[in-house]
């Protein structure tokens, strides 16, 4: 798949990693809204919550709240085909659409192929799917790949896109040729790996099953060291790739949920949370989610508010409205890369304290049986919907503020006491800083485009939540400080691939300067 990630050998690793940790951003980015219906519409339209709430037996109320959460279900039942197409249009280069539908052709294509195959060997099950690793896929009964096999297709598309959309057929194949050519011949490969999947998946099954045994044999230690290194994989953008197979595979284990069984931690959580009859969410949720409110919605706060201390006196008006910002951001919505990068290249070792303070977190969260579950980040919304509305017995959602009041100071005194003691340059302490000037209407994206070299520089531009995410033609022509002074937070770079953090706004930027690259 070199055609699909490729760049130079300097800080390759980088720019490949980031750029297929890129393309799960489409798909991850509708979550929160599916989230959002499911959440306000399973947790109101609840039997345990109307006899709670008699006020909202409403018929046309239920009637609402039922058609959110199926709204929101279809979503989460669907995240195969959602990957599918997300990771191809994310990895594809140009003429995103084509690539796309090709990939959501390959993957019917792949499913109705293992389909033919399990009939044709006499093991298509005929009830109990689940307990055979089948289930249906778009309405075609095939092996319960899940995410995996979204992904799997995804790459394979990309790869096939960029590599054959501007392909030249002989004359009387003309019509055929370019982007045409891509579904057909996405179509073709796709049988090749409906074969694959029907011989190798069973085998890798059992291997996903293995592997999350282990991981639940690792008990609370295993916890600490999930929370650690997705927090040390943030900065790079690579924490995605870490987390999802835990959220979205059997990985993060497996439960029957109301007849079905549903692999993952995020698709078991969503599945109990449509599902009447749950008493207690999946103790994975508390392993691999649930520890993030305690970092998002206190210990960083604590962070923010260290760092405001120890500003200098006539920085403190300044700092304040970056520090209340970030501070706000994370508490509502769990998005941290505003905090985390003002003091992650001035004070590395801080980022590895918050880290493992992080990682406690989740052990702790692990340790208490707190069972919220997210969408996205743990923020107060999620914490509201998934937590506090589905009741204390379901989540044990009242221990997270008793364990956040003391690590909102654990953060504070620990920041307060390095940042004076070492002298760390955060947010307000800086010898010399460079001003960001106001900036016309229109002028920021020119002035973004000029700090990447100008049009002709930049190979490819994307975002993710917070970020923008370049591949660059030369990285020597990269005006680091031009790019903070149109008010980037921080900028990494690793060989030509390039990430600049904005913050949550950055879908604005990104649209203003593809705007300025199309003409």
């Known amino acids: ?20 940790g890129k393309s799960f951003m489409l798909p991850i980015a509708v979550l929160p809204a599916a989230g959002l219906l499911l959440g306000i519409g399973g947790a109101l339209s609840n039997p345990n919550t109307i006899k709670a709430y008699p006020f909202l037996d409403v018929t046309w109320l239920q009637g609402v709240f039922t058609i959110m959460a199926s709204a929101g279900s279809v979503v989460f039942a669907n995240l195969a085909v959602l990957f599918a197409v997300g990771v191809a249009v994310g990895l594809a280069k140009s003429d995103k659409g084509t690539a796309g ?14 389909n033919a195959l399990l009939t044709l060997t006499g093991v298509l099950a005929q009830d109990n799917l689940s307990a055979v690793g089948q289930g249906m896929a778009l309405g075609i009964q095939t092996l319960e790949t899940g995410v995996f096999g979204g992904v799997v297709i995804g790459l394979v598309t990309a790869m096939l896109h960029n590599r054959y959309n501007k392909i030249a057929l002989p004359q009387f194949l003309g019509f055929f040729g370019g982007s045409r050519f891509v579904p057909i011949i996405s179509s073709l490969v796709a049988i090749l790996v409906g074969a694959a999947m029907t011989l190798v998946w069973p085998h890798f099954q059992k291997l996903i099953f293995g592997l999350g045994g282990l991981v639940d044999a690792t008990g609370y230690f295993g916890t600490f060291i999930y929370g650690f290194v997705l927090r040390m994989l943030g900065p790079f953008g690579l924490h995605h790739i870490f987390y999802l197979p835990f959220w979205t595979t059997a990985l993060g284990g497996s439960e029957v949920v109301n007849g079905h069984l549903v692999e993952g931690t995020q698709r078991i959580f969503f599945a109990q949370l449509a599902d009447p009859n749950t008493q207690q969410f999946y103790v994975g949720t508390a392993r691999f989610m649930s520890g993030r409110f305690i970092t998002m919605m206190f210990g960083l706060i604590g962070a923010c508010l260290a760092m405001y201390h120890t500003t200098k006196p006539e920085n403190r008006q300044r700092v304040a409205g970056l520090l209340l910002s970030a501070a706000l951001t994370s508490f509502l919505t769990g998005i941290t890369e505003p905090i985390e990068f003002s003091f992650l290249f001035v004070a590395p070792v801080l980022y590895v304290i918050h880290a493992l303070f992080d990682g406690l977190a989740f052990m ?76 016309v209407a229109g002028e920021r994206p020119l002035q973004v485009i000029a700090a990447l070299g100008g049009k002709q520089n930049i190979a490819e531009l994307d975002c993710c939540a917070t970020r923008l995410r370049i591949t660059l033609i030369d990285s020597s022509k990269l005006d680091e400080n031009a790019l903070k002074a149109t008010g980037a937070r921080a900028v990494i770079q690793r060989g030509k691939g390039v990430q600049v953090i904005y913050g949550p706004h950055v879908t604005i930027i990104k649209n203003e300067v593809e705007e300025l690259l199309a003409l």
């Not at 990630?5 to 297929?20: I, L, N, P, V």
């Open 1 to 20: 798949m070199s055609s699909i990630f490729s760049g130079a050998s300097s800080g390759g690793w980088f720019e490949k990693a980031q750029r297929f």
């Open 101 to 114: 539908l090709a990939s959501l052709l390959a993957y019917l294509v792949m499913n109705a192929t293992i």
């Open 364 to 439: 702790i969260a692990h340790i208490l049986h707190i069972t919220i579950g997210q969408t996205f980040s743990g923020g107060l919304i999620d914490f509201i919907l998934f937590g506090v509305l589905q009741g204390e017995a379901k989540t044990h959602w009242w221990y997270v503020p008793l364990v956040g009041v003391p690590w909102f100071l654990l953060y504070y005194f620990t920041f307060r006491l390095l940042i004076t003691r070492f002298n760390f340059k955060t947010p307000g302490r800086e010898d010399a800083s460079i001003e960001t000037a106001p900036m």
